[in-house]
């Protein structure tokens, strides 16, 4: 009994931190970053904004938890995705609607993203290296690498690909995709689009079939062994 009593002071506290972060999500999402105060996310969140200080001391941290919450979705999805699937194509293909489905759920909350990106930290964008978003980058960016990394060890793809490259083309296509989506309110062929968008990464990075002879050499040699032929026939003759 005494355990559980110590308890119940901890699971308050994670549901209210819960509370005041889906609050601020909503807020975000429904009237942009710049333009939701704190006191407004501690009345959503039916707190006090004393109370809300005591959790998070700026919008910036809040925005802060909000992206490390996405991305410990998309990380846990990911574990998931690499330990249930061994095929290399089918990986691409499921990372790449996880990660569309984890940050377009709230769609008008992902446009909200996009523009908080260019506001919350700004020096963080002038030298992004050891800012919050690179870190929690780089945390995500091992899937992708992974599944490369395995594909190459098992042959299925060339041992020469530029990784880094690849990686930018991968989630490149994925946010502007993401976009696209949104904007056509076309996330009912998310699937095909995804496909479309992964078909043609994955056939550049397989192994180069070894390359025919041109067919015009092909048609002299076809026509050299005909002569040759039929000059042994005449001698005969």
């Given at each position: ?40 996310i ?51 293909q ?7 489905e984890v940050m377009s ?14 506001n919350?930290?700004l ?10 978003l ?12 992974t ?11 060339r ?12 989630f490149?296509?994925?946010e ?17 689009r ?30 050299e ?8 026939q005449?001698?005969?003759?």
């Open positions: 009994m005494a355990d559980a009593l110590e308890e119940r002071p901890l699971s308050r506290s994670a549901q209210r931190e819960a509370d005041i972060l889906e609050a601020a999500i909503h807020l975000f999402g429904e009237e942009g970053f710049q333009s939701v105060t704190t006191r407004k501690a009345a959503r969140a039916g707190i006090s904004e004393g109370t809300l200080f005591n959790y998070f001391s700026s919008k910036n941290e809040l925005m802060r938890a909000i992206l490390e919450r996405i991305y410990e979705e998309l990380r846990d999805n990911a574990s998931v995705i690499l330990r249930e699937h061994l095929d290399s194509r089918t990986r691409l499921l990372l790449a609607e996880n990660h569309i759920r709230d769609n008008a909350l992902f446009m909200r993203m996009i523009q908080a990106y260019m919350v930290d020096a963080g964008y002038t030298s992004i290296r050891g800012s919050v690179h870190k929690l980058n780089l945390s995500y960016a091992w899937v992708f690498d599944t490369v990394q395995e594909a190459q060890r098992r042959g299925e793809v041992d020469d690909l530029n990784l880094s490259a690849l990686r930018d083309l991968f490149g296509g994925l502007y995709l993401s976009r696209s989506l949104f904007l056509h309110e076309a996330f009912d062929r998310m699937s095909e995804v496909g479309s968008l992964v078909e043609p990464l994955w056939q550049s990075m397989l192994p180069q079939a070894p390359a025919e002879p041109d067919r015009l050499e092909q048609a002299c040699e076809r026509i062994a005909a002569a040759r032929r039929l000059a042994k005449a001698a005969k003759a």
